[in-house]
């Protein structure tokens, strides 16, 4: 069980500098890594940035799926998986539920 985990719930404005502080990642990496100018990462990573969807799908594609589980647990945001039940042909889909 990792530190994150054990934190009942944050917000994904406290959780993701913490999950970067747990994995050694720095501003400059999170910035080159997630492609957007340092400025704006060192606004994210201090909470002076809203983290917004457009965040958490490009943290998704910077830093892959069980990265985003573990900042979404440390949230508190619930997530599943479902296959599309009109279509069987269809990929997986990423499903998002706030806990009540």
């Known amino acids: ?34 492609g957007y100018t340092y400025a704006h990462a060192w606004g994210l990573l201090r909470g002076k940035v809203p983290v917004s969807i457009a965040v958490v799908g490009q943290f998704v594609l910077a830093f892959g799926l069980d990265a985003a589980r ?17 279509d069987v042909k269809t990929e997986p889909v990423l499903v998002a539920e706030v806990e009540e």
């Open 1 to 34: 069980m990792t530190d994150l985990q054990v934190i009942e719930k944050m917000s994904l404005k406290d959780a993701l500098p913490a999950w970067c502080d747990e994995h050694g990642i720095s501003i400059t990496e999170f910035s080159e890594k997630m």
């Open 70 to 86: 573990q900042l979404l647990e440390a949230a508190g945001v619930a997530y599943g998986y479902r296959m599309a039940e009109s």
